[in-house]
């Protein structure tokens, strides 16, 4: 499961940050995770519960942010949204896409004291 791995990456950079910004509790994240970043947002926020024992973290809400995919079409000239990797064109039925949205895995913000 690398999501435990993940969950352990964004505590240390909370660590790191709260180090760095003078906060000492952190209340609430807010964590964007992208339809194609191959995260289960399940296993993550399962995984963020069991990291954060003991940290600043403690206790924190995880509110994870679904990111849908989105693609361009060099065919239709248009920004769709898409399902998943090598999906059609919503629009033409084209596959000439490339993805422009939704590999995302990032901390949007946080809640601290």
């Not at 964007?32 to 993550?44: K, Q, Y």
């Not at 990291?51 to 995880?62: H, I, Q, S």
Request: proline letters at 4%; a negative charge; glycine letters at 8%.
């Amino acid at each position: 499961m690398h999501e435990m791995s993940l969950a352990e990456s964004l505590v240390q950079i909370i660590a790191e940050q709260a180090r760095i910004q003078h906060y000492t509790k952190v209340r609430k994240v807010r964590l964007e995770i992208g339809a194609l970043g191959g995260v289960e947002p399940e296993a993550m926020a399962f995984c963020f519960d069991i990291v954060t024992r003991g940290t600043l973290a403690d206790g924190a809400e995880l509110e994870i942010l679904n990111i849908p995919a989105k693609g361009w079409c060099l065919v239709c000239s248009k920004e769709v949204t898409i399902a998943q990797r090598f999906d059609p064109c919503p629009d033409c039925g084209g596959y000439q896409l490339h993805v422009t949205g939704g590999e995302e895995l990032r901390i949007k913000d946080l809640e601290v004291d």
